[in-house]
């Protein structure tokens, strides 16, 4: 079985921050690091070389593999904010009904820019992706 590549990391959550290009998105990506800190309560910390996690949970999934994964965190990727709600969506629709404009896979929700959200809803579904893995079951499929 392979190791998981993406581990959390002492590199600086801010300095990585400071390197995203464009200032708008820099600037949401500040406002999403203190949205999550406040509602996590959590320490941020840099997972692999350009995520920002929050919290940590243990997983081991039906196949054998285990190791410990980020209850919730953001990236700026070159088209979108992926924001990573560990929990999933599957009881969410009525809040992404809310939310404003955004795209969503398995565990990622991709905005362009922070303006298009609510950032309320925003909130309550980073509480639900920490509060549904703190004691709830794993995913295997978070990578």
Not at 38 to 48: D, I, K, L, N, Y
Not at 86 to 99: E, I, N, R, W, Y
């Amino acid at each position: 079985m392979s190791e998981l590549k993406t581990r959390v990391n002492d590199a600086s959550v801010e300095g990585f921050l400071n390197t995203v290009e464009n200032p708008q998105k820099r600037q949401d990506c500040f406002e999403i690091l203190a949205l999550m800190q406040e509602v996590t309560g959590e320490v941020p910390r840099m997972w692999g070389d350009s995520i920002v996690g929050f919290g940590s949970y243990h997983y081991k999934g039906a196949s054998g593999r285990e190791g410990d994964w980020m209850l919730t965190g953001f990236s700026p990727r070159k088209q979108n904010l992926t924001v990573y709600i560990m929990a999933g969506f599957q009881d969410s629709q009525v809040l992404l009904g809310k939310l404003g404009k955004h795209s969503t896979s398995v565990s990622c929700l991709y905005i362009k820019k922070l303006a298009d959200v609510d950032k309320e809803v925003l909130k309550e579904l980073i509480s639900r992706s920490g509060g549904g893995l703190r004691g709830g079951p794993p995913r295997e499929d978070h990578r």
